[in-house]
C-alpha cells in the first residue's frame, strides 16, 4: 500500500513569489492535513481537507490556501513568499477526519527555501 | 483550541537508562492524546495513543505513556533506550470533529 507523496521535495523560490505544492494521501482516505514545521516551532497546524472542504483551518494569513481534489489529493499555496516561509511543510492523511481517527500517516515533506 | 507544550527542548540520556519526555495538553474536554517521533530523514511515526480507558498505554519500540489528567499530562517513557532511539518526539492533541494540534517538539540524543 503505497503512502503518502508529497511533491517536490525540494524547492527553491525568491520573495513574492508563489509555489504550489502537492499531497497524495494514502488510498482511501479522505482527509488530508498540512502542516509546517520548522525548528524550534514543532508542526503549526496549517489546515485540514475532508471530502474537498475546508474543515478546520490554523492562524495563518491568507496567503496560504489549498484544496482537495475528487479523488483527495490535496494541493496548498502560498502567494508572495516571505523569507519566514521557508520551512518543511508536511501533508498528513486519515481515513476520516483527523481529530475522529487520531491516526495521521505523514509524508516526507517539501523543504521550501525562499531567498 | 487544544494545544501542547513540551518543556524539553533538547534531552541527553545514556544508552541503557530510563527515558522521561514531558507533555502537557491545554483542552476543556476529554483529549485524545498522541506521541509521534521522527527520525532523521524519515517522516513521522505514531508511537501510542490515547482515546480513553486505561491511562497507561503500550506503544510500539517499548515506548509507554500515562494519562494525567489532575496534572494534563501525557508523559512518553521507556524503561531502557537504545542508540536507535535518538530522533524528534511529538506530543500531539486531538479532539472529537477537530484537528490535531503538536508540541515543539523534544530532541532526544542518546550517548554511547
Known amino acids: 500500500k503505497a503512502g503518502v507523496t508529497q511533491t517536490p521535495r525540494y524547492l527553491i523560490k525568491t520573495r513574492g513569489q508563489q509555489v504550489t505544492l502537492s499531497c497524495s494521501p494514502i488510498s482511501g482516505h479522505r482527509s488530508v492535513s498540512w502542516y509546517q514545521q520548522t525548528p524550534g516551532q514543532g508542526l503549526q497546524f496549517l489546515f485540514e481537507y475532508f471530502s474537498e472542504t475546508q474543515r478546520n483551518k490554523g492562524n495563518f494569513p491568507g496567503r496560504f490556501s489549498g484544496r482537495q481534489f475528487s479523488n483527495s489529493r490535496s494541493e496548498m499555496n502560498v502567494s508572495t513568499l516571505e523569507l519566514g516561509d521557508s520551512a518543511l511543510y508536511l501533508c498528513a492523511s486519515s481515513l476520516e477526519l483527523a481529530g475522529v481517527t487520531g491516526e495521521l500517516f505523514f509524508g516526507e515533506g517539501s523543504r521550501l527555501t525562499v531567498l | 483550541a487544544q494545544s501542547v507544550t513540551q518543556p524539553d527542548i533538547h534531552i541527553t540520556v545514556s544508552e541503557g537508562a530510563s527515558l522521561e519526555l514531558r507533555c502537557n495538553y491545554s483542552?476543556?474536554?476529554?483529549?485524545?492524546l498522541f506521541w509521534y517521533v521522527q527520525s532523521p530523514g524519515q517522516g513521522l511515526q505514531l508511537l501510542l495513543k490515547y482515546f480513553s480507558g486505561d491511562t497507561l498505554v503500550q506503544g510500539i519500540k517499548g515506548f509507554e505513556a500515562e494519562f494525567k489528567r489532575s496534572q494534563s499530562s501525557f508523559n512518553l517513557r521507556k524503561p531502557s533506550v537504545h542508540w536507535s532511539d535518538a530522533a524528534e518526539y511529538f506530543c500531539a492533541v486531538g479532539a472529537w470533529n477537530n484537528d490535531m494540534r503538536f508540541g515543539a517538539g523534544t530532541r532526544l540524543t542518546v550517548k554511547p
Open positions: 483542552y476543556g474536554a476529554t483529549p485524545y
